[in-house]
């Protein structure tokens, strides 16, 4: 809660009584606030004086019409009986008011009005970029060792401040698939004691312009064509590539994108950066030059690209359902906040990297990040439309210890993101829409327009004021103002240039190469493969391979081929760097939390161990579900997925219970998936599963009659493909595997 002022309306009350019949001011009518303003500008600040005894306002209700003392669990929707907007009880809301049964529908029908009327306006412009989302609340937890670096409160040990995230892509409509390669953003609104903290970030350390002004072009080229409007959230087709091509300051972020970190396996698995540098302040006023980075507890995961594609189509909401799904199954996402910190000198640089280029990163290595709180999201909204679809993130908001830099890419977010919410949430009003509302006392100056809702007392909406006893009174340091920074600004030209320092297109993108493994190596040729052979022009295959030669000749070779081209020379050679081990995927051992596995079931078979098994997978904090035949119950269990409906790619590993013989539906006219049928043993789209499962490098056990299926499948004694005794033993070897995330050993780690 924030604090109170010091002075209570009471005090301030009586202040201007006190006035008012110390000036023996008659109480004339029309006098137009609540006290005598005196002739000297009012100097101590108070709360805004009362209303006149004689106004009212309207009576605190929800827009629904709930007292607003209620829990916001329940201001939704009011009482039993329907109602129009303006809570009159109807009596039909099937049938338009007509002249007799055969109509014509009159025009008096005020409900058929309102309902098609109110309808016809449900849409609201989806955001230009980033369209497509999803969102979750949670809970910040400071550590307390960021106030060393910066007064922001919310970072206090053991502070809790309220939050709310919006995960999304960048390139698809709001209606587009989860799972397309692309880069993600990671927003977060921090809901503190001292306004609101809005950390605009994004799953990839850097960006495809330097400068603000490009991000049109960028965004243009991206986007579908504008002629047949297609691809569709998609990086693979000829403008994108033509623009990356030629604009060669994007060879960096299209890397990262190339990458696994393209397409998550999960936004409770992938990192979050505030990509710029900031500038913050502590309390004693120093400053330093800091990166937001966001670690998920569960490590960064991705899919495989054959995965994403299946996904796109058999499970276009993958991303939105394990969100939601995680935290309804307690699996609540975590991430640390942390921060990577610089002196801050006036050239603005460490270790030779120019910390205003947003094209840059500062490897880990040099500059470890350190931990400074905890995000833990725990409840998914109520109504997708009222909070995430409305939430209004703006990169300016920042708050006391928090400040901006030069650097060109933030100087033009700061416009931007202010700007666009004018014409998407229709005025400048959207801070009072309920998820935007700070947590904090409001007390600004800001008046009327488009959905006003709030019920501004007071006539003096101005400074300097003395109608309204002066109020409100600027800020100083002791009532934790916030303070922009007061950099010097060197005397330079007005120009349009960037400093020499941004011209290294090369470099880091060498780095990031160099710090994948193989495999990782290996995805990112397939993924520029893939792409450059979606394009139809051979010049922009071309113009990009001399990018890729400048990066790295083996990497180039690798994409040429695949194209059919020859590979270019480098135009210069490629720059000698120190990779970054912190950035492979690879490598570690994480937390298993929240897992999918299934389990194929065999209702012929020996169920006994089923319920065990189930329960013992709960117990690791992952979350089992049960695949047989059909629907209904199975051993006594809830039956989640039949063959019908189950798909290898929403699943982390496979467990097989039993061996099923074909169902009566495993027919390719019934279900296409059937087509796969290589014996009569085992149902057919039980093999396609386990094969999916196999070549996406999940684990696979079984015990009792599932060690048929391995057999079947010719997988027996491969690696990550464990048959025990039992089912217990069974879980325990393949939890193993689900720690390192995939079956890495099945990808063969050379460059093909
Ligand atoms: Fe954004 N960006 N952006 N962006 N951005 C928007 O704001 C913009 C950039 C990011 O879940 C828009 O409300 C410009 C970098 C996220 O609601 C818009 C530039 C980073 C989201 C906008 C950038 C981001 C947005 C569109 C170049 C990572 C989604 C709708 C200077 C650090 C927020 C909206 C949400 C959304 C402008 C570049 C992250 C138009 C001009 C770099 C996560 O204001």
Redesign the pocket.
């Known amino acids: 809660m924030a604090k109170k002022p010091a002075r209570k309306i009471k005090d301030t009350v009586e202040a201007a009584a006190a006035k008012v019949s110390a000036a023996l001011t008659p109480d004339v009518p029309g006098s137009p606030g609540s006290g005598t303003p005196a002739v000297e500008e009012p100097a101590t600040p108070h709360d805004p004086l009362p209303p006149k005894p004689e106004q009212g306002a309207p009576e605190s209700r929800t827009p629904t019409g709930a007292a607003t003392d209620v829990p916001p669990t329940d201001n939704s929707q009011q009482g039993e009986y329907l109602t129009s907007a303006h809570g009159l009880r109807l009596r039909d809301t099937d049938h338009s008011l007509k002249a007799g049964p055969r109509g014509p529908v009159l025009l008096q029908d005020q409900h058929f009005r309102e309902k098609i009327s109110h309808f016809d306006h449900e849409r609201i412009p989806e955001?230009?970029?980033?369209a497509r989302?999803t969102?979750a609340h949670g809970v910040f937890t400071g550590y307390g060792t960021g106030e060393a670096v910066s007064r922001a409160g919310f970072l206090a040990k053991g502070k809790e401040t309220a939050v709310f995230v919006?995960?999304?892509t960048?390139l698809g409509s709001r209606g587009s698939a989860d799972t397309v390669r692309d880069t993600r953003?990671?927003?977060t609104k921090f809901y503190t004691d001292e306004g609101v903290f809005d950390l605009?970030?994004?799953n990839i350390p850097v960006?495809f312009?330097q400068?603000?002004i490009?991000?049109p072009d960028i965004i243009h080229a991206g986007k579908p064509h504008p002629d047949r409007e297609i691809p569709q959230a998609q990086s693979a087709h000829d403008s994108f590539w033509d623009f990356v091509s030629l604009h060669t300051e994007a060879q960096h972020h299209t890397m990262w994108n190339m990458s696994d970190r393209g397409i998550p396996r999960s936004y409770r698995t992938m990192e979050g950066?505030?990509?710029?540098t900031f500038r913050l302040s502590n309390a004693a006023g120093e400053t330093v030059l800091a990166k937001f980075h966001w670690k998920p507890k569960l490590g960064v995961h991705s899919l495989t690209w054959e995965e994403a594609q299946l996904l796109s189509g058999v499970d276009p909401d993958f991303h939105r359902r394990d969100l939601y799904d995680a935290i309804e199954a307690g699996a609540f996402p975590e991430y640390e906040l942390g921060l990577q910190i610089f002196p801050d000198n006036p050239e603005e640089t460490f270790a030779g990297i120019d910390l205003l280029d947003?094209t840059k990163i500062v490897p880990e290595e040099l500059a470890p990040v350190q931990p400074v709180g905890k995000l833990i999201l725990n409840r998914t909204p109520t109504n997708f439309f009222a909070e995430t679809e409305q939430?209004?993130?703006i990169?300016g908001n920042f708050v006391p210890g928090i400040d901006a830099t030069n650097d060109p890419?933030?100087q033009?977010?700061l416009?931007?993101?202010l700007?666009?919410?004018l014409t998407?949430l229709a005025g400048p009003n959207f801070p009072q829409i309920p998820i935007n509302r700070p947590h904090a006392p409001v007390n600004d100056m800001l008046r009327d327009g488009y959905h006003q809702n709030a019920v501004h007392g007071g006539v003096a909406p101005y400074r300097p004021n003395s109608l309204d006893g002066g109020n409100p009174f600027p800020a100083g340091d002791a009532e934790n103002a916030f303070l922009d920074v007061p950099v010097t600004v060197t005397e330079a030209p007005k120009i349009r240039q960037n400093p020499a320092s941004f011209d290294d297109h090369y470099s880091q993108v060498r780095l990031f190469w160099l710090s994948m493994t193989p495999v990782e190596q290996q995805h990112i040729i397939s993924a520029y493969t893939f792409e450059l052979n979606k394009c139809y022009e051979q010049a922009i295959k071309e113009r990009q391979l001399q990018s890729l030669a400048n990066i790295d000749p083996v990497l180039c070779q690798q994409v040429a081929t695949g194209l059919g081209l020859p590979a270019p020379e480098p135009t210069a050679p490629p720059a000698d760097v120190e990779p970054s081990p912190a950035l492979s995927q690879l490598g570690h051992t994480w937390p298993a939390d929240g897992r999918t596995i299934g389990i194929v079931v065999d209702p012929d078979g020996d169920t006994g161990d089923l319920g065990a098994i189930r329960q013992a997978i709960f117990d690791a904090g992952m979350v089992p579900l049960l695949i047989a035949p059909h629907g209904g119950m199975v051993g006594g269990l809830p039956v989640q997925r039949t063959f019908a409906t189950a798909r290898s790619v929403e699943f982390d590993a496979i467990l097989l219970a039993g061996a099923p013989v074909p169902a009566p539906d495993a027919l390719p006219g019934r279900d296409a998936k059937a087509g796969a049928a290589t014996t009569t043993v085992v149902d057919p789209r039980v093999l396609l599963l386990v094969d999916e499962s196999w070549r996406h490098a999940k684990a696979i056990g079984a015990w009792g009659a599932g060690a048929t299926v391995l057999e079947a499948s010719g997988i027996t004694g491969t690696p990550g493909v464990v048959s025990k005794k039992t089912a217990a033993a069974t879980l325990t070897a393949l939890q193993k595997f689900l720690g390192a995330h995939r079956v890495w050993e099945r990808f063969p780690a050379v460059i093909a």
């Not at 955001?127 to 980033?130: D, I, K, Q």
């Open positions: 955001r230009v970029v980033h989302g969102g919006r995960f999304s960048v953003g990671f927003a605009v970030g994004n960006f312009i400068d603000a490009k991000f950066f505030g990509v710029h947003p939430a209004a993130f990169l890419l933030l033009g977010r416009f931007s993101y700007d666009t919410q998407r």
